[in-house]
């Protein structure tokens, strides 16, 4: 019973930046908004986390609506390398911090 | 960031046989393990979550005795798939946390593939 809703897939031009939507609209409070990706036949690969602030770091920026109910996972210079299944999360702080996926957003970055 | 591994990465095994998987924290230590089992085109499915040193708490439908989790140091847990079959054919993920606080990240291991003949 993932609480995140992705497109379920996108395609981006190499080299443009790619903006992954993520609709949390039920989210608590002290719960944070995880993103992680998955390259075929390999575990997920933790991206970048957030609670309210945008964040950045060397993958990627994330940036938080103010309500906290969207978020937007953005990769700034999409590379072939960067096409894969991209998940966001939103923990569960108060079950022993699970995360449950979703079904993700297929991003595939085209020559 | 940090390192989690799993053995073996993959490995075929005939019906009714059991197969422990190992999964490894490599430069930290964790508080908990998370295992994880993906079928062709689906999404991650969590298995179970194990704290060291105490029982795993199994998701709703995860037979316990089927799947059997070992947490025994704060680098090491083991899920052992009991009498195999080929419904039990899957990719099987594991997951490390370092910290306790609802902001600690967790790191997932590449995966192992299980094929069940």
């Known amino acids: 019973d993932a609480k995140t809703t992705q497109p379920p897939s996108m395609d981006c031009a190499e080299g443009r930046a790619a903006n992954l939507p993520c609709n949390h609209s039920?989210?608590?409070?002290?719960?944070?908004v995880y993103w992680y990706r998955q390259i075929h036949s390999q575990g997920p690969q933790y991206i970048i986390h957030?609670?309210?602030n945008n964040e950045t770091n060397e993958m990627a920026s994330l940036i938080i609506t103010e309500d906290r109910k969207s978020s937007t996972l953005i990769l700034p210079h999409a590379t072939l390398r960067d096409t894969a299944v991209y998940y966001c999360?939103?923990?569960?702080?108060?079950?022993?911090?699970?995360?449950?996926f979703g079904t993700g957003t297929s991003l595939t970055v085209i020559p | 960031g940090a390192v989690v591994s799993q053995h073996p990465s993959w490995v075929i095994c005939k019906s009714g046989t059991s197969v422990k998987i190992e999964c490894r924290s490599l430069?930290?230590?964790?508080?908990?393990m998370f295992w994880y089992r993906q079928f062709p085109k689906q999404s991650l499915m969590l298995m179970a979550t194990?704290?060291?040193?105490?029982?795993?708490?199994?998701e709703q439908g995860v037979e316990k005795d089927k799947f059997l989790i070992n947490h025994a140091s704060l680098t090491l847990s083991t899920l052992t798939v009991t009498s195999a079959h080929p419904e039990d054919s899957s990719f099987y993920i594991c997951?490390?946390?370092?910290?306790?606080?609802?902001?600690?990240?967790?790191?997932f291991g590449p995966g192992t593939r299980l094929t069940v003949l």
């Open positions: 999360i939103v923990r569960r702080s108060n079950t022993g911090n699970q995360f449950y």
């Open positions: 039920t989210i608590s409070g002290n719960e944070y």
């Open positions: 430069d930290f230590q964790a508080t908990t």
């Open positions: 194990s704290n060291e040193g105490s029982k795993a708490t199994y």
């Open positions: 997951s490390a946390r370092a910290g306790t606080t609802s902001s600690d990240t967790q790191y």
């Open positions: 957030g609670l309210k």
